[in-house]
């Protein structure tokens, strides 16, 4: 299917200006078709220079708002992405490959983080706290940190975006963001939803530009005060080593390697839902979604011959298409990454039960990958210890809860880790016993703006979501009161 779409040709947005229009362009490539959907300009270290000035200044005004004035900003701006749906979601689909459905379902996942910290940024209470002596007050004040700069990634086009913007501008903070090269459509789009609302020049920028310039411009300046993080973790790393120079304040939300468990006692129902909506969501391409299955003996076979057919009835193809479940990969890297994972698998033992090849579409090359099921998997695979990011899910059998826990914690990452069990008992104990940021007890869909989401051990720093996800946007003030 051909897009039959005018190419989009979008420029940076910095300090309110639509800027790199004579600067050289690279294009953007929808992941199904190999088309050109698109053109943007390679920012320059000017560019990102400008848009700290432009930030920093705006700083100054913005953050003297009143909390009420920036969260009718905010829900201006979450009004014009919602009008906007559509046509956001589209492009989401065409540079990153997501069916529609879940395309759309994206946009609105990016506008409920501006809606809710719309809200939250109105209730950034600091504290008073009783002294030891009388002749003291003691108050706590919150203030916003500074020139905010993210790093987002390709997976979550919109809505990677908008859960650090909108509670860094709630939080009166200012924002540049550098999108990815895959999908920097979409973050125009929303540069243009928050144009139209009205925001001040400078309080949002953003900057198409190679990774090493962005950080390099901006670990190097002392205005900007925060960086904020989505990507790999090998990524992550070296950035919290360049940001120990200023001590730049760094959040880091990195590589997850997912376990989910199938207890023997788990209603089989929720444990396939779950299971499909964890692991097949953006085509297995997301952070937190299931990488290895551990599902106990007693329900092996009747989970897995249930699990066979919902992967069966999956389609794959061309997000734009209807009925369209599972895109392409966004890339040939992407794609070979699977493969490799797969292969490795086989080599080692596993037997493909669904799937097991790649290029299963007309057009020549396209990274498509089916969803695959893989038996007998083992822990010395690939697929068992590192991210696969693609729709594939290896089923290793395991006998007991102790046994369970072991393989889930060994793992130098902790972003997420599901299990399903209907007992209240067993399910406390793995919640309480499982190293992970985020736990989904017979829930395969966890994500939301109200909850804090991040991981422990290398799988990143700090939290975004929920009040905590403010919290990263502020500093504490402590105010020493002497009344006598
Ligand atoms: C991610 O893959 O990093 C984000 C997924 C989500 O927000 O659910």
Known sequence: MKTSTEPLNLLNYVNGEWTG???????????ATKEIIGTM???????????????????????RFTAEDRSNYLEKFYQRIIERKEEIARIITLENGKPLKEARGEVLYAASFVKWYAEEGKRVYGKTIPSKSNGQRIQVLKQPLGVVAAITPWNFPAAMITRKMAPALAAGC??????????PLTAAKLMECADEAGLPSGVVNMVVTPDEVFSETIQTSEEVRKL????????GRLLMKQSADLIKNISLELGGQAPLIVLDDADIEKAIEGTM???FRNAGQTCICANRLYVQSGIYDAFVSKLKVKIEELQVGNGLEDNVDIGPLINQAGYDKVVRHVEDALKRGAKAEVGGKGYQNDVQDAPFYPPTLLLEAKEDMLCMKEETFGPVVPIQKIESDEEAIRLANDSPFGLAAYYFTESMARGTKFAEALDYGIIGWNHGAPSTAQAPFGGMKQSGLGREGGSEGIEAFLETKYLSIGID
Do not use: M
């Open 21 to 31: 229009k004579y600067s050289a362009t690279f294009s953007i490539i929808n992941p």
């Open 41 to 63: 300009p390679d920012g320059t270290k000017e560019d990102v220079l400008g848009a700290i000035e432009g930030a920093q200044a705006a700083f100054e005004i913005w953050r």
């Open 174 to 183: 200012t924002f540049i963001v550098k999108p990815p090269k895959e999908t």
């Open 228 to 235: 904020t993080f989505t990507g790999s973790t090998e990524v």
């Open 277 to 279: 909506a964890s692991k």
